[in-house]
């Protein structure tokens, strides 16, 4: 490969040569092509000369400035290519030079010939180089790669991704329709009709389901042994285990509405299991005045005892019940409360209180 490159490196060496005869002047092509676009241009414009070294070119509503000892003007192309822009032309122009005359060296045919000027010279074959007793020039160490190594091998693009080998991958494959065999979709966005029918089954006839009538929670005969609600306690309602029936409440619910016991036959109670009293919304005692919102439900709550006063608890807190852990033990004494040590540390306090 290096023998190629180097034999490539010649030609090419003799062919710029020969490219610098086909110029016309003194000037590379290129350099020539963007000067005469700026001729063109240049031959249009408006100029004002100080009698100097300074020029005002007017181009439509721009003015630009054209020093000739720096060979610098306003618009910057002509320092940044180093071939006078359009501004220039124009000034030089008007002064009766030449604009080829001020373009940069590094353009000239000169400059070109004196980066050409130094050759490849040819060698002899590998084979007739002589032997040196120089030590042979060998690759460097392998240097371990910080972090873990990888366990697999990078694989060549040809090589399948898969740790398989007996299946091939369907990289490249087309898509074919297993209905009308077309290439580009498949059976699941298949729209073609298929060519049978599927046979129908015959319709059943349409059947109504049976409309169901609404189940009333059983009666419950009136009581003269008790006339309370079934809320006089609330503990008593959930474990009641009595064998005569519960008179039933007046009800205000906003559920559902108590059943009415006027007309209605008693609940049968024999050969089943006797239900519960329970039921939605807020159930009222007509003798004592008690609420009671969704009685028997988990969501049992008294929201009046009848005086109109809600339930409070009257426990009070932070009392000492006088119990004492027996067996324990701390720091050799025994464990106390922690009511206990507060009533201590007052006692300590107004001791020291006392005291002074």
């Given at each position: ?286 003798q004592t005045g008690r609420q009671v919102i969704n ?62």
């Amino acid at each position: 490969m290096l023998e190629d490159i180097r034999h490539k490196m010649m030609d090419r060496h003799g062919d710029m040569i020969k490219f610098i005869d086909t110029w016309i002047g003194d000037i590379s092509p290129m350099a020539r092509l963007i000067l005469e676009e700026n001729k063109e241009i240049g031959r249009t414009l408006r100029v004002n000369w100080n009698h100097d070294i300074g020029f005002e070119i007017q181009e439509g509503e721009y003015r630009h400035i054209i020093d000739m000892t720096r060979k610098t003007c306003s618009c910057r192309l002509w320092q940044l290519r180093g071939i006078p822009c359009q501004h220039a032309v124009c000034a030089l122009y008007h002064i009766g030079q030449e604009p080829e005359d001020y373009v940069e060296h590094w353009y000239k045919k000169d400059t070109f010939l004196r980066a050409y000027k130094y050759f490849l010279q040819p060698i002899s074959n590998m084979i007739m180089w002589p032997d040196t007793n120089n030590p042979p020039v060998e690759p460097p160490e392998v240097k371990p790669m910080p972090g873990r190594p990888g366990r697999c091998r990078r694989k060549d693009k040809d090589e399948p991704r898969k740790k398989k080998w007996g299946k091939a991958s369907k990289n490249g494959v087309k898509m074919s329709c297993s209905k009308c065999h077309q290439v580009g979709h498949n059976k699941r966005t298949c729209k073609s009709v298929p060519s049978q029918q599927p046979t129908q089954q015959p319709a059943r006839p349409f059947q109504q389901p049976p409309v169901r009538q609404p189940s009333q929670p059983p009666l419950r005969q009136p009581s003269t042994r008790n006339a309370s609600s079934l809320c006089a306690d609330t503990s008593k309602v959930k474990g009641r285990k009595k064998k005569e029936p519960i008179a039933s409440a007046t009800s205000s619910s906003v559920g559902m509405p108590p059943p009415s016991s006027v007309g209605m036959p008693p609940a049968p109670s024999v050969g089943r299991k006797r239900t519960r009293d329970v039921g939605f919304g807020v159930y009222t005692d007509i003798q004592t005045g008690r609420q009671v919102i969704n009685p028997g439900r988990s969501s049992e709550r008294v929201i009046s005892s009848g005086t109109g006063i809600a339930f409070k608890d009257a426990s009070q807190t932070n009392v000492d019940l006088g119990f004492k852990p027996p067996g324990l033990k701390w720091k050799g004494k025994d464990a106390m409360t922690r009511n206990q040590l507060q009533q201590l540390s007052k006692k300590k306090v107004q001791s020291k209180s006392k005291g002074k």
